[in-house]
């Protein structure tokens, strides 16, 4: 009986101890927000090093702490061009990482803002080419002197990692099947370096966003595009530093920050942009909803959802969140905010479904952020209206399957498959064998059926022919500038353009706006049974290493993961990761 007495009492001190544990963190998961006192002639300083996403679902986590999202600091910066105890902004742009789209989204609000009659001074220390483009809007550009601070402008590029040669060598075989000969989804398992038709298409893209970038940078700073391209083309020296930066009129002065900040301060107060949660003061019963469907569109949301990955499209979150506005009888309208480059074939026909009920019942407008493509452009396809940034990557209307097999693999190791079945396709696409021809042409239908579905939704959605759609789809990626001229985009905008539409075809004046999903803390994962399970473990250790390579390894498992749960995909030809 001691010996049971013992035991019970170090099970119940364990149990103390873990609610002790967790009630810790818990309280330290609360936000809690600082209540800060705006007075007349205030400073706000925006930081914005690290990546900034569209929108960030999760709210007061601790081990999930996200930077400020780029809608919330739009949010708060048409709060600040009204609020008149705000005097300007101090921008430190430092190693700002995001979509390119998103990136001109910031870059016009923080230009709205300065055409407001408002200041903004911009402060670097050491920032790179989407830093200084946003810093390139502010009134002056102040520099730290010191010889390793400055401003490290590269130009815009993509690397695509082809491992067709390291799958050889592990006896590792994909079979990869399009339609549209622009959809080279997949052929960096399929192929030893890049195919025409995607250099082609991803070639018009960086272009395209180049000609944007450079053409915005030269507005703001007053460049000729001659000097422009010599500073980036032709310089020596990949940092431009101290004197070589005010020499090339990149910034305007040298100072250390104490120093800008007594002269840019005097009689001045500065306050943390992350502490300013002044809001917008319009209220009203009518509402437009702004649903953000970012990431990529899968059949669970059970992955990687503490490492950024709960950035997915499901039927189980995104349909949700939709059956709830279709019930809603104060929302007016939908903004859908999409920022995908596609995925599951399946969920993107049932989302496109979900949305058109809504549709029966308000308008529904799109608003395309860093990307809509692929199955990301079917979703969005059959709204009212569709506004894009100029950057914007979209279309990609085609269709892929990936078949992974280990076959060659198998026969060197020597192992021996022996198959009993019944039925034609019982072992149908088993990955210890290369699929026949037979599997092929069975998937190519499959594969032909989903083209042809989703060119015809095209054509009713976006009122055009089929021969017209069959021009501007086979699989190839376009700019929002491209799409507009071509009729896959009705207009380029920001997100508040999208809004104004929506009220505009709602027939309302005045309307607040409603954002969804709703945030979410931590007692609301816990609710979900989401936090203590292995997938959370691994997750949240390789978002705390995080070097790029465990990052593409990641996305390649993710690729393969999605194929195999289904082999036809309506997704972009590669992963974006922004820097």
């Known amino acids: 009986m001691k010996t049971l007495g013992k035991v019970l009492l ?19 998961s609360i936000p809690i927000r600082k209540k800060v006192v705006i007075e007349p002639n205030t400073y706000l300083e925006l930081s914005l ?34 609020d008149a105890h705000i005097k300007g902004i101090i921008l430190k742009p430092e190693f700002y990482m995001g979509g390119w789209a998103l990136t001109k989204e910031l870059h016009d609000k923080l230009l709205e803002f300065k055409k407001s009659g408002k200041k903004i001074y911009a402060y670097i220390s050491l920032t790179i080419d989407k830093g200084y483009y946003l ?14 601070a400055g401003i490290a402008l590269s130009g815009i590029g993509v690397e695509i990692n082809f491992y067709k040669g390291f799958f050889d060598k592990m006896g590792i075989e994909f079979t990869v099947m399009h339609q549209g000969k622009y959809k080279g989804a997949y052929e960096t398992f399929s192929r030893k370096t890049i195919s025409d038709p995607l250099r082609e298409s991803l070639t018009n893209y960086i272009d395209e966003t180049y000609d944007i970038y450079m053409g915005q940078l030269a507005k703001n700073r007053k460049f000729s595009d001659d000097k422009l391209k010599d500073i980036m083309e032709e310089r020596k020296e990949f940092l431009i530093s101290g004197q070589t930066a005010l020499d090339l009129k990149l910034v305007d002065a040298l100072s250390y920050e104490n120093e800008f900040k007594d002269v840019m301060l005097k009689n001045n107060h500065l306050v943390n942009f992350e502490d300013y949660t ?46 709830r506005i279709q019930k809603m009888k104060s929302v007016k309208a939908l903004v859908l905010r ?5 995925g599951s074939a399946l969920v993107s026909d049932i989302i496109f479904d979900y949305i058109e009920k809504v549709n029966a019942k308000m308008p529904v407008v799109v608003s395309m952020g ?42 060197w190791a020597d192992i021996n498959t022996y198959q009993i079945k019944r039925g034609k396709y019982a072992t149908f696409f088993s990955p210890n064998f290369a699929p026949s021809a037979d599997d092929k042409k069975s998937l190519n239908l499959t594969m032909e059926n989903v083209y042809r579905a989703f060119k015809e939704k095209v054509a009713k959605n976006r009122n055009m022919s089929l021969s017209k759609v069959e021009e501007v789809a086979q699989g190839r990626i ?80 993710d690729l393969i993961k999605m194929a195999t749960q289904e082999p036809v995909q309506l997704i972009l030809p590669y992963r974006m990761r922004w820097q």
């Not at 001190?13 to 309280?27: E, N, P, S, Y």
């Not at 002044?278 to 702004?290: E, G, H, L």
């Not at 809509?372 to 894009?388: E, L, P, Q, V």
């Open 338 to 342: 999409v920022d995908s480059g596609g």
């Open 10 to 28: 170090w099970i119940f001190a364990i149990i103390g101890i873990l609610v002790v544990i967790f009630t810790i963190v818990v309280v330290k």
């Open 478 to 557: 376009w700019t929002g500038i491209d799409a507009v001229e071509n009729g896959l985009v009705d207009e380029l905008g920001s997100l508040n353009d999208a809004i104004a539409k929506a009220a505009e075809l709602a027939h309302i004046k005045t309307y607040s706006v409603l954002v969804l999903p709703t945030r979410k803390g931590l007692l609301d994962i816990i609710r979900e049974e989401k936090l203590f399970n292995v997938e959370t473990i691994v997750d949240l250790y390789l978002k705390n290493a995080n070097p790029n390579i465990f990052e593409d390894i990641i996305d390649q498992k």
């Open 370 to 411: 860093n990307m809509a493509a692929s199955g990301g452009y079917w979703i969005s396809c059959g709204a009212d209206y569709i506004f894009a940034q100029p950057n914007t990557i979209t279309g990609s209307i085609g269709v892929v399957g990936l078949v992974p097999n280990w076959q060659k693999l198998r026969e």
């Open 278 to 323: 002044k809001k917008t003061t319009t209220f009203s019963s009518d509402k437009i909803a702004v649903l953000y469907a970012q990431g990529g569109i899968v059949m669970s949301d059970a992955d990687r959802r503490f490492s950024g990955g709960y950035r997915i499209i499901t039927e189980e979150n995104i349909g949700k969140e939709l059956k």
């Open 49 to 82: 090093g690290g990546l900034h996403h569209d929108y960030n679902e999760y709210e007061g986590i601790f081990f999930m702490k996200e930077k400020l999202s780029i809608g919330e600091i739009c949010r708060r910066l048409d709060a600040a061009k009204q």
């Open 135 to 148: 810093a390139s809007v502010a009134d002056s550009i102040f520099l730290n002197p010191s010889p390793s």
